[in-house]
């Protein structure tokens, strides 16, 4: 059986490496519960959750090996969710910016989704008014 250890030399390691493959919801999540541990005023127990989500993070053997296309971080970001909901009331607004600031200087700002402009060929979505 692996030990689950962390490291802040494995994580930035992992995540420097492997960041545009896993994306920015995974990064962000990541950053935002690394930074929360930092902190002198992260309760004990939040930092155990923390340390224990982001070592599962770090690890090389998860459930859904990180190097299968598209499905390769599903099991990382649903256990940095996870973690993060347990630790809600850990992660102050400061902390969720400092973690957004990192991402935006990694992956650039994240624009916005355009709506999808309607077809104008398709006699369903048409509509006429007279």
Known sequence: MTKAVFSDKQFWNKLTRFATKAGREVVEKALTLYFAAQRPETPLWAKT???SALAYFVLPMDA???VTPIAGFADDLGTLAAALATVAMAITPEIKETAHQKVVDW????LPEEEEPMPTDDPIRVITID
Do not use: N
């Open 107 to 110: 992956f650039g700002e994240e």
């Open 64 to 66: 859904i090996p990180d």
């Open 49 to 51: 959750v923390i340390y």
